[in-house]
């Protein structure tokens, strides 16, 4: 019984989105998009026996696919630092997984409803058109980005920088009176 137990917390611990630790740019939202997009025509080329689609796909849009993962690649090191490339790696495998499980809770539904997707994606006039195409779609991401325009931002303002001062000199003038009396 804690066996099934800890099965069902750990797979339920795997399919939960994970939120980012930094907002996203455009290009760095284009890019997740991009990924799940690879990752959903990988998972149904694999499980429909289909690698000869996936292949065209890959050789089609190389120039964009690498442009969009280097994108990818900077997100990460800019969003975890040192951690980067781990964070990315995990990224792109429960991104897998996620889609993977997905299929398989389809089951042969996955590529009566996939495959259209090849023939969609190489009908697209250049790659350039891949995020919104992928953005069209019901695609599984198990990261959960904000965009940086949707992040409030703080202006300093006048007002803001001189209150800060003021408060700055009263801490500066009660430590000087602290060290004067213990004196």
């Known amino acids: 019984m804690r066996l099934v137990f800890a099965s069902l917390a ?3 611990m795997i399919s939960q989105p994970v939120w980012a630790s930094s907002c996203a740019t455009p290009q ?3 890019a997740l998009k991009v990924a799940s997009l690879k990752s959903e025509l990988m998972v149904t080329a694999l499980t429909c026996q289909d690698q000869a689609h996936y292949n065209k796909f890959m050789a089609k849009f190389q ?3 690498v442009a969009h993962e280097k ?3 900077a997100y990460f090191k800019r969003a975890y630092g040192r951690a980067g490339e781990k964070q990315h790696d995990d990224y792109i495998t429960s991104l897998a997984n ?11 539904a996955l590529c009566q409803g996939n495959e259209s997707m090849f023939d969609e994606v190489m009908a697209l006039p250049t790659g ?3 995020p919104d195409y992928a953005a069209g779609k019901n695609l599984a991401q198990p990261l959960v980005a904000v965009s940086c325009a949707d992040v409030p931002t703080v202006t300093k ?20 009176r ?3 009396n213990s004196a």
């Open 71 to 73: 994108n990818l690649q």
């Open 28 to 30: 760095d939202l284009a």
């Open 157 to 176: 303002t006048k007002t803001l920088v001189k209150v800060k001062r003021k408060a700055n000199s009263r801490v500066a003038t009660k430590s000087a």
């Open 10 to 12: 750990s797979l339920m």
């Open 98 to 108: 996620a889609q993977s499980n997905a299929g398989i809770a389809q089951g042969t």
């Open 178 to 180: 602290i060290k004067k």
């Open 63 to 65: 120039p964009d696919l």
């Open 128 to 130: 350039a058109d891949l």
